[in-house]
């Protein structure tokens, strides 16, 4: 009997969408960058944004590798942009490996702006979002989702700055100017960015009446965020880009609706809010009363343009090809920084770039790094014209003039500020959606390859795909051993700020150490060593030999932590300042060989911080503790040549002077130099202070009044006046030098705890601990 056939149905699964996946990760991270921080790290807004857009990007980049491997193909655009995007990773690569510091330039501490991977990740987003988003329904989801993200950052910030209600625990929200963004001003460069494109969106489209009504509210929102900012540079940037605008819409956009898309109209809200941005620019005096008034008004502290200049012209005087590595302008700063720096409040400010992100990149990246910089940017304005070239009335164009005006938006601030990674990473999405749009457009070629055709090159590429994978998932896995360094040395700072316990600290910053070696974990073991030798000396009931063994161990350990620290990055100044604080601090034990090590280490810091008097105060304190006190004399000159008005070397001297009964001595020469010189801040600073020590408060209170009016934040000056005023029951007039030193000072407990006791009625001091019985015999200046 013959059997029948039968078909059985084969089901034939799908293979899963990689590319949908890639771009719901970026959906993620377009929501989620402006508002995600986690309270973990010490840089908790840089570290959070940085480890995310690194996680998402990287992942991203694995998904896209795999699709490659399934596909076997590669489709992109043959954009320009995109090969001077490559231009820059090459550079940025090759001046890391040519760096001063190889590892400080390729990595960083995960969270740098500036380093080869920061570009390296960056431009693969930028890469990836060109390739995916071609197409008008993913790009309405982008910028639907970035819309959603800014209300809920504008809603945050409402309830923290108005109503003092923060949500987020942890304490990293101290200020009124804090905020999801991190910086103040990039707060207020981030709703620059979302109302440009909200204006786009309104004038070129015909939305519906309830969506207008939205972006309306986004617009005014935004506004309003940036009125609250009063962002000097962020108005004119914001200003000329809407004027921009607002020449395209009245020459490129028809007189005629035409299916829903808007006609151009006169008077529109364009010409409305460009009349509201000249106000804003020409009240901006009153308008900073405003936020005065409200404590919403920063100080914007960067170098100038000619400090920038200096710095860079002197880094590419040494190192012009390829400069001084990517991620080192701090180190070029310290060395070359212009002298004039000294007389402000700013001369010890470890400043990270200069008066913009490109300028100072200049300086690290040198001739080729400039080169390829300008390019990209040159490509960029060139896409301009293939924007303005394009005449359909259709959502393309909306998408084309949001994302190109967007993207120059954004990249301005890089040239002319220093905005934090969201701003960054904004740019970089930006243009890869321009990108993707003018190959949806096809004003941009695409490209197709093929790793198929023939098996070499099938091999081949297959194999570089694995390759990239592997890396990739190290790549992965390196940045999370950094969060989590960050995150362990974090809460080891916060186990000796709240507990005390040496030995649980130093477990926490052990661990951060050995999963990611960053010299400031080995500095923060060699501080910690110097804790325990204190704690060791102090110790009472303990036999010789024991101490002398947990002595040579605690010594011993925080010399290697602190030499760790130097070979790991030799260019910071903190790494030989902290070698020599380690020597220094056993020095007076007669520790053979101690003070010289101290003194070469100091000396090694000058080096590498030339201007920066503090070397020189620390090598007289090294002097003065072992009875050389004429030696002592020489390092306080020798700062002070750098830094005439240096409060702790005149509070040094002038201690120094008491102790070898030269008081009247050292007044009367003090007094001839304020008569030659009597704007001299720096003598008046040490008149006022001997006066103060032969207790002659009268003439000690008119000295440094002097001081005050010539230098306003001199809050040292400030902090014996208001001592003084409460000597002489003037209540009134101490409150006000103290506040005046809390609002420069806002972290200074002593001076709130003396703030309490004068607005309590009772002396200044009373109930405060300061390390010696007053405060012109402490080691140290009252205010640091």
């Known amino acids: 009997?013959?059997?029948?056939?039968?078909?059985?149905?084969?089901?034939i699964k799908k293979p899963i969408n990689l590319e949908n996946i890639i771009t719901y990760i970026f959906y993620a991270l377009v929501f989620l960058l402006p508002i995600f921080v986690l309270p973990l790290t010490i840089e908790p807004f840089a570290f959070s944004k940085s480890i995310l857009i690194y996680l998402g990007v990287g992942l991203a980049?694995?998904?896209?590798?795999?699709a490659r491997l399934q596909k076997g193909d590669l489709v992109m655009p043959k954009s320009s942009l995109l090969l001077a995007l490559g231009g820059i990773v090459l550079v940025w690569l090759v001046s890391s490996l040519f760096?001063?510091?190889?590892?400080?330039?390729?990595?960083?501490?995960?969270?740098d702006?500036?380093?080869f991977f920061f570009f390296l990740v960056l431009g693969i987003a930028m890469f990836l979002i060109s390739l995916i988003f071609q197409s008008e329904k993913k790009v309405a989801v982008f910028y639907s989702l970035l819309f959603m993200s800014s209300i809920l950052v504008f809603a945050f910030q409402i309830l923290h700055t108005v109503f003092n209600i923060t949500i987020i625990p942890g304490n990293i929200f101290p200020f009124k100017t804090s905020s999801l963004i991190g910086g103040w001003n990039d707060f207020a460069i981030f709703f620059g960015f979302i109302a440009l494109s909200a204006l786009v969106f309104f004038e070129l489209f015909e939305f519906s009446k309830r969506i207008k009504t939205l972006l309306l509210l986004l617009i005014a929102l935004s506004l309003t965020a940036m009125l609250g900012v009063n962002f000097s540079t962020g108005w004119f940037i914001f200003g000329f880009f809407v004027l921009v605008f607002l020449v395209y819409y009245f020459s490129r956009v028809p007189l005629e609706q035409n299916k829903g898309y808007a006609g151009r109209r006169l008077i529109g809200l364009s010409l409305f809010i460009l009349l509201l941005i000249f106000f804003f620019i020409l009240a901006r005096g009153l308008i900073g009363d405003l936020t005065a008034f409200l404590g919403?008004?920063?100080?914007?502290?960067?170098?100038?343009?000619?400090?920038?200049?200096?710095?860079?012209?002197?880094?590419?005087?040494?190192?012009p090809i390829l400069g001084s590595g990517p991620n080192t302008f701090l180190y070029d700063w310290l060395r070359f920084k212009p002298e004039a720096i000294n007389s402000t409040i700013f001369w010890n400010t470890r400043f990270q770039s200069g008066i913009g992100h490109l300028p100072s990149m200049l300086a690290s990246a040198g001739i080729l790094g400039g080169i390829v910089l300008l390019a990209f940017l040159a490509f960029l304005l060139y896409y301009g014209l293939k924007v303005i070239s394009y005449t359909k009335n259709d959502f393309n164009r909306v998408f084309l003039v949001a994302s190109f005006l967007g993207s120059l938006y954004l990249w301005s601030f890089v040239i002319f500020y220093s905005p934090g990674i969201l701003i960054f990473s904004l740019a970089f999405m930006a243009t890869g959606i321009l990108i993707a749009i003018l190959a949806r457009v096809e004003k941009i070629k695409t490209l197709e390859i093929s790793f198929l055709k023939n098996s070499k090159a099938g091999f081949a590429s297959s194999l570089i795909i694995i390759l990239?994978?592997?890396?990739?998932?190290?790549?992965?896995?390196?940045?999370i051993q950094k969060y989590w360094a960050g995150y362990s040395y974090a809460q080891a700072l916060n186990v000796l700020n709240t507990e005390g316990d040496l030995g649980k600290t130093e477990s926490g910053v052990l661990k951060a150490a050995q999963l990611d070696r960053q010299d400031i974990y080995f500095r923060g073991l060699s501080e910690l060593g110097i804790m325990k030798i204190q704690q060791i000396l102090n110790q009472q009931g303990v036999s010789e030999d024991i101490l002398r063994s947990q002595f040579q161990t605690a010594l011993g350990a925080s010399i290697q932590n602190a030499q760790i620290a130097v070979n790991l990055n030799s260019l910071d100044s903190l790494n030989w300042m902290?070698?020599?604080?380690?020597?220094?601090?056993?020095?007076?034990?007669?520790?053979?060989?101690?003070?010289?090590?101290?003194?070469?280490?100091y000396n090694k810091a000058l080096e590498k911080s030339p201007l920066d008097p503090t070397p020189y105060l620390a090598m007289a304190r090294v002097e003065a503790q072992l009875g050389d006190i004429n030696k002592a004399r020489e390092y306080i000159d020798s700062a002070l040549e750098i830094k005439g008005d240096f409060a702790a070397a005149l509070f040094l001297l002038a201690q120094i002077e008491a102790q070898e009964g030269n008081l009247k001595e050292a007044i009367q020469r003090t007094e001839q130099t304020v008569l030659i010189a009597a704007n001299d801040t720096g003598a008046l600073f040490q008149l006022g202070l001997l006066y103060y020590q032969d207790k002659n408060y009268d003439s000690s209170r008119f000295a440094f009044e002097r001081a005050v009016a010539l230098s306003p934040n001199y809050s040292n000056a400030r902090y014996f006046l208001g001592l003084?005023?409460?000597?002489?029951?003037?209540?009134?007039?101490?409150?006000?030098?103290?506040?005046?030193?809390?609002?420069?000072?806002?972290?200074?407990?002593?001076?709130?705890n003396i703030l309490k006791n004068l607005r309590s009625g009772k002396n200044a001091l009373i109930d405060i601990s300061p390390p010696a019985p007053s405060p012109e015999e402490r080691a140290k200046p009252p205010v640091e």
């Open 296 to 319: 919403t008004n920063i100080i914007d502290v960067r170098p100038s343009w000619s400090g920038t200049y200096e710095v860079v012209y002197k880094t590419l005087s040494e190192r």
């Open 99 to 111: 760096s001063l510091n190889a590892k400080v330039s390729l990595l960083g501490t995960g969270y």
């Open 578 to 601: 902290q070698l020599a604080r380690v020597y220094e601090s056993v020095a007076p034990l007669n520790i053979a060989g101690a003070k010289d090590f101290a003194i070469d280490s």
């Open 1 to 11: 009997m013959p059997i029948p056939k039968t078909e059985i149905p084969i089901k």
């Open 113 to 115: 702006i500036g380093t």
């Open 468 to 479: 990239l994978i592997i890396a990739t998932i190290f790549s992965i896995y390196l940045f």
């Open 724 to 752: 003084i005023y409460d000597r002489k029951g003037m209540k009134k007039e101490a409150i006000e030098q103290f506040e005046k030193i809390q609002e420069l000072n806002p972290g200074n407990d002593e001076v709130k």
């Open 61 to 66: 980049f694995l998904l896209w590798l795999f």
